[in-house]
């Protein structure tokens, strides 16, 4: 299988759209529009790896965006789009793949069938498109009024991917170095490349005003049809110590809580939690307590796996709900900080995160003080 590349150009600034930041990294359903994007093409068994081409003034948002998806250093863009993807395309040669698919990170809606077609088709051809056939009347326009109906037939909207024969495509936009071009596309047309085109979805548009971003929330809300609700619970014993590890923050106590890993019984329950939506065992199937190489680790890696899990089944955690039972410690003083890790962790709005507290009126074991319980139920969408 040759090897394929997909560069995401995403070092616009978004000023066409009026927001306070680039529109790759807007909000849709629960994500970035960029994280959409890129995991769509990670999600595909031909393509061997993901580079994003960014403007280095919004490297924070670029890293909260991508977080815990192993990409390589972003590429540093240019003045226009066309010097941003010969950028990018520099920035491959060393690893020189045979394939490159080149995709606007504003187009989060990109689907495996497409992805594939522009891929089939370069087995034929030098170049290829992903692109739509016009189905609209077309009229020129003049002073404000028709001037003529310009006929539609062999007309077609272009799209990304535009996909190229590595070596080719890289020499094409270096010889097209100060020229304005319209797209990867017309960089090729220019080269003498003959560019296939291939039929794709109304789906993949690109989000260029806030009305196409709630167009893409619907979209991708109506596709994860499939809600399932899984629950976890844990608990683990006292021993000696000064601290306590819940919801993945640090906090002092008189003990400590025993365990293999770190004894975070909130982030174990919630993991137990998102593993029953997903009907994939509980956290000891998938990291057994008698395996050494998990003896004090953190339990932000045991959610961040289960997260995981819901990702690379193209789904999303909706909500989560988290109640630790204990005497001692408060855990009031520090919610807001396990919400916010917690949330960080799944890569997920702070609002649909819930921690909450409670005792057993010191009854039980809880109630004498010789180890804390904690309960989760986690809300998983997944493609209907």
Known sequence: MPSCIALIAAAGSGQRFGAERPKQYLDVAGKPVLRHTVEAFLRHPQVSAVRVVINPAFRDLYETAVAGLGLAEPVAGGASRQ???????????????????????????????????????????????????????????????????????????????QGFRFPDILAAHRAAAGLE???????????????????AKEENFKVTTPDDLTRAARILD????????????????????????????RVPHTQT???????????????????????????????????????GADSARFLKHAADLVADRGGKIAHVDVTVIC????????????????????????????????????????GRGEGIAAQAVATVRLPG
């Open 257 to 295: 809580l025993e365990g293999h890993s770190d004894a975070d019984v909130g982030l174990h329950a919630l993991t137990d939690a998102i593993l029953g939506a997903l009907c994939s065992g509980d956290i000891g199937s998938h990291f057994p307590p008698s395996d050494p190489q998990w003896r």
């Open 222 to 249: 109506a596709g994860l049809s499939d809600i399932r609700t899984g629950t976890g619970f844990d608990v683990h014993r006292f021993t000696d110590g000064d601290h306590v590890t819940l919801c993945g923050v």
């Open 181 to 199: 071009l319209t797209d990867d596309a017309a960089v090729a047309e220019r080269a003498g490349l003959s560019v296939a085109l291939v039929p």
């Open 327 to 366: 005497e001692r410690p408060k855990v009031g003083p520090h919610r807001e900080a396990m919400v916010a890790r917690i949330a960080e962790i799944l890569g997920m709005d702070p609002g649909r995160v819930s921690v909450k507290a409670t005792t057993t009126e010191r009854l039980g074991f809880t």
């Open 83 to 161: 010097d941003s993807v010969r950028n990018g395309l520099d920035a491959l040669a060393e690893s020189a793949p045979d394939l490159v698919l080149i995709h606007d990170a504003a187009r989060p809606l990109i689907d495996d069938t497409t992805i594939s077609a522009v891929i089939a088709a370069l087995g034929q051809q030098p170049a290829a498109i992903a692109a739509v056939p016009v189905a609209d009347t077309l009229k020129r326009g003049r002073d404000g009024v028709v001037a003529d109906t310009v006929d539609r037939s062999g007309l077609w909207r272009a799209q990304t991917p």
